[in-house]
């Protein structure tokens, strides 16, 4: 496999190619993580990507959220989020490099050897990666820069030049670019669904379940939403006084 094949990475529809000279680490394909340090104190958050560069002394924390498929939480509550995965990521990298075993991840160098590499760092960098959907009030433009002016305020005395920008900005932002994953997965999900099926593929007797035939699929019951266009159809009013009168 080659090494350009080596340092790309899948986080969703995305693929992320990093610059050569920068180790990568992935908390999520961490055991370490997992098992342990995930359900510390009521949950401990992690970044999507960790980057360092040995020479340059400088350690990237890059988080990526798209909410053009998921529903996007409050302005207030999304800074909360971020916030707190930096807070836990710069604990959870001290921790690793004093408690965390040896590993092997999918993806990127372990944890604990990370942590320790890190910990020469000189600067830290912190980049948001995010899509935010379609929103008529405020573009994605106008409330990216409102996002980065806020988490500025809480952020600032980590890195003072903060990135907060779409996933697939255009310029150079920062050790890395942004293509299109092409239906590609990230190696811990492949991991996920290949350990899925042998699991069932495990299981004394287990058939394949088979497709609903017309009758059964006829026996469900309608949909109240159906009910109810179907009342209106029939010259019915849809309140409960003209529900009781058709019976």
């Known amino acids: 496999m080659s090494d350009a094949k080596n340092r790309s990475f899948v986080e969703g529809i995305h693929r992320f190619s990093i610059d050569p000279?920068?180790?990568?680490?992935?908390?999520?394909?961490?055991?370490?993580?997992?098992?342990?340090?995930?359900?510390?104190?009521?949950?401990?958050?992690?970044?999507?990507?960790?980057?360092y560069h040995p020479e340059k002394r400088e350690l990237w924390l890059i988080e990526v959220k798209d909410y053009r498929f998921d529903a996007r939480p409050k302005v207030k509550e999304l800074i909360h989020a971020l916030c707190r995965k930096v807070r836990d990521t710069l604990f959870l990298l001290r921790a690793a490099s004093l408690c965390c075993p040896?590993?092997?991840?999918?993806?990127?160098?372990?944890?604990?050897?990370?942590?320790?590499?890190?910990?020469?760092?000189?600067?830290?960098?912190?980049?948001?990666?995010?899509?935010?959907?379609?929103?008529?009030?405020?573009?994605?433009?106008?409330l990216l820069a409102n996002i980065r002016?806020?988490?500025?305020?809480?952020?600032?005395?980590?890195?003072?030049?903060?990135?907060?920008?779409p996933i697939t900005y255009p310029g150079r932002i920062g050790p890395w670019f942004v293509t299109s994953a092409h239906g590609d997965v990230s190696?811990?999900?492949?991991?996920?669904?290949?350990?899925?099926?042998?699991?069932?593929?495990?299981?004394?007797?287990?058939?394949?379940?088979?497709?609903?035939?017309?009758?059964?699929?006829?026996k469900r019951p309608l949909p109240l939403w159906k009910r109810r266009q179907m009342e209106r159809e029939q010259g019915q009013k849809g309140n409960h006084e003209s529900r009781r009168k058709g019976r």
Not at 107 to 116: N, Q
Not at 206 to 212: G, W
């Open 187 to 218: 190696k811990r999900v492949e991991a996920r669904r290949k350990k899925r099926e042998n699991s069932k593929e495990q299981i004394p007797g287990m058939r394949p379940a088979s497709p609903k035939t017309n009758q059964e699929t006829d």
């Open 149 to 165: 002016a806020i988490l500025l305020r809480h952020m600032k005395f980590i890195d003072p030049d903060l990135v907060c920008a």
């Open 102 to 142: 040896e590993e092997e991840p999918l993806e990127g160098i372990s944890l604990r050897e990370f942590a320790r590499l890190s910990e020469q760092a000189r600067t830290i960098r912190l980049a948001f990666l995010m899509e935010m959907g379609t929103d008529k009030l405020f573009p994605q433009g106008t």
């Open 21 to 51: 000279g920068y180790v990568v680490c992935r908390i999520e394909c961490s055991p370490f993580y997992a098992c342990r340090t995930q359900n510390f104190c009521g949950g401990c958050k992690e970044m999507d990507f960790l980057l």
